[in-house]
């Protein structure tokens, strides 16, 4: 197998066991993007001779948990290495003094930066060129759409994205691979340019359940570790946003729910209020991403897309009280989201409406994931097979706040049960 | 009046009646900013010609409910125009790129930026020069030391602090002046330089009431409100922290609340978890800080105070899954402190444990401050008296999260009761 091919866990094994180095690792990424990157434009940024020279700093005095292993950013974080565009014209060649605080972590880890994965503009709508490796006419999702892009197509084994509404798990269903949106504030925001400070949360595109373990809770064995474990009970939830979903996602959610036997809890619904927090989340956004781009407003107005500009010109109408309404109400929903655990411990929910969309200009509806990412709870979405036209679409499963490693224990197990 | 006596408020209104120009009164602060800043410490950067010649911009093309007033931003918070050395000296002469949220939306308003105001390293303990303008020998508190300490010298009509456990309810109180730390989010955390993420807060030193009003709600006439509004409900709130309480402040704050009569609700007490919380509070802290300056500590930890570095190293010891159970217990603590309110809108606390101490190299203990900001809620400190060595403290207001307008309207009614 070529090494980029590896996921995160197995390549550290090898490295550990040095039946692999972090050079040649590295180097296969790197050849990767060199073979790939002018159809799949995933990778906005990289330096051979800067990540080699990293990797081979790696093999020379090993230490940490993830020793030698490459990783690529979303470029909304910032990299002292490598510019840092924010997906924005203003912000061309941008080169920012200090690493992002997950870069820096990572580093300290052991960790190689291989450069930085396209981002629409400032993680909001307007598109990056990345296209959805698996067919190159297709959006790959957004907003975290390099990250996705290129560890779906082998460039790098993990990729940091972020996301505000549904930037890491709509992309990640799109490219068919795992997205984990980590409960808020798990990594640092550090250094990431906000979008929507409420919600914004940094998170992984990965190809395995168990790297997303591996790069969050530095655990290596996560399939050793949920095999000692129970299945836990899964409830699907339901509610109005499932009359958006395709009739054949619907069918495969089902049918995997089926599988669940006596692990399968009875359904839930999100009632009334809950569809409402799904409707303030967008305001909630478009008020906090008014403030956030003041500045550019203020000296660059011209080179801000139209939508973001619709979008900040909603925010700006929204007054303060009424924000802080919102947040109160957000606040509240916090708590009541539990009882929707009361006989499971994981939701599960569709991760899209469908399959990725032709086109990069729409990079498709976040409907599924909005709701979660203001209640701040961990979700992840796994691949569940393919939709009508060959394309993959996922399973989204959510867990309450704090319960993240519950959560990859329990997509570990639904995806050996979904492979089955 | 010297100009640079007036409050916000008053300056705005003489502004709007062109009795007053923009010119005249940053001149006026930028007089008194040369005139003591040699003392006081509590301007870091400042610029003659460009904070008069936005003034002149603000009278020629007046718009904007802050229109010509000047203002100074805590040396953390991002400023194009100035440089923002985060009080490290990793980040001397550092130039950002871009001004952060509150200081584009309040150019936005028509404020004017004068310039930058001290902090300590990275709004955490380590102090920079400044001092108690009341008391040139003492602190002025920290970590938002320079803006409570040019705001209660005149230097400007009010500045941006933030607040992560005491920040700005401590220096506020040592100098003698109105801190309100809002409820979280409220002013956007774009371009400020985070510590711990789940609690950063930005606000406002301000000397009266009513000007914080105008700069948050860009509400005019906050005493005109408040009079049609009927007193509120307040209760003290009791907890173990107490004891640490200076026995006259005590005094004081039992005689206020003797004042308020029927206004008056039982008195509540915090219990063991929300005792807990507060250990917690310290916890998050350096959890959080450790992963913010994973890059300072990478690339320049001869540079961090020992302070911060032990703080750092407390942080690192704390793993994931221990910091996600202290962020679960925070959120559902977040629920239960509701249950304080039971019988009053308003709660009454210490702000700090007494006067300022001499020296400036502790600036003094956050214990009344780190629940609440732990818990997102709204608080302001308004002057109390003076102790006993002649240095002023004050009370501290707490209200329900959200509710950042009746807790304005409260402060403004008892700072007319404590006037009495």
């Known amino acids: 197998m070529e090494p980029h091919r590896l996921s995160a866990t197995e390549a550290a094994l090898l490295i550990a066991e040095q039946k692999l180095t972090s050079e040649a690792l590295t180097a296969s990424c790197l050849e990767r993007i060199e073979a790939r990157n002018a159809d799949v434009k995933a990778v906005v940024a990289f330096d051979r001779d800067k990540a080699l020279s990293e990797a081979r700093k790696r093999d020379q005095a090993p230490g940490g948990i993830l020793n030698g292993i490459p990783f690529l950013a979303k470029d ?7 510019p840092t565009a924010y997906g924005s014209p203003i912000y061309t060649n941008h080169r920012p003094v200090a690493d992002a605080s997950v870069i820096a972590q990572m580093r300290e880890r052991g960790s190689v930066l291989l450069g930085k994965a396209a981002t629409a503009e400032f993680a909001t709508r307007h ?14 999702g957004g907003s975290s759409s390099g990250s996705a892009a290129a560890v779906a197509d082998f460039m790098a084994p993990y990729a940091f994205g972020t996301q505000t509404t549904g930037s890491i798990i709509r992309p990640a269903s799109y490219c068919g691979i795992v997205g984990y949106k980590p409960s808020f504030g798990t990594f640092s925001v550090g250094g990431v340019r906000p979008v929507s400070p409420a919600q914004d949360t940094v998170g992984l ?3 395995s359940v168990s790297d997303a373990a591996l790069v969050t809770f530095g655990i290596a064995d996560l399939a050793g570790r949920a095999e000692k474990q129970p299945m836990p009970r899964f409830a699907v939830c339901r509610s109005s946003q499932w009359d958006h979903a395709h009739k054949d996602l619907r069918a495969d959610i089902e049918a995997l729910a089926g599988k669940l036997g006596n ?7 999100l009632d009334a209020d809950f569809e409402q927090t799904i409707e303030d989340q967008e305001h909630i956004f478009a008020y906090e991403v008014n403030a956030i781009a003041a500045h550019e407003r203020a000296t660059a107005p011209h080179l801000i897309s139209k939508a973001l500009t619709e979008r900040m010109a909603r925010g700006a109408a929204i007054d303060l009280a009424a ?4 947040q109160k109400n957000a606040r509240a929903a916090r708590q009541r989201v539990d009882t929707l655990f009361a006989n499971a411990e994981i939701l599960i929910y569709p991760a899209t409406e469908g399959e ?3 086109g990069i200009a729409w990079s498709g509806s976040a409907r599924f994931c909005a709701l979660w990412t203001l209640m701040h709870m961990p979700t992840i979405t796994i691949p569940l097979g393919l939709g009508p036209t060959g394309m993959p679409w ?3 499963l959510i867990a309450r706040f704090g319960d993240d490693m519950p959560l990859l224990i329990a997509a570990e197990k639904l995806a050996k049960l979904i492979a089955r």
Chains 1, 2 share one sequence.
Request: aromatic share 4%; no cysteine.
């Open 76 to 82: 909304v974080i910032d990299t002292a290495d490598y």
């Open 127 to 140: 598109p990056a060129e990345a296209r959805n490796p698996l067919r190159l006419t297709h959006t790959p």
């Open 205 to 207: 595109l990965v190809r």
């Open 263 to 269: 692990r399968r809890a009875p359904d839930v619904t």
């Open 323 to 326: 924000f802080l309404d919102m």
């Open 356 to 358: 990725a969309e032709e």
């Open 394 to 396: 996922g399973v989204q």
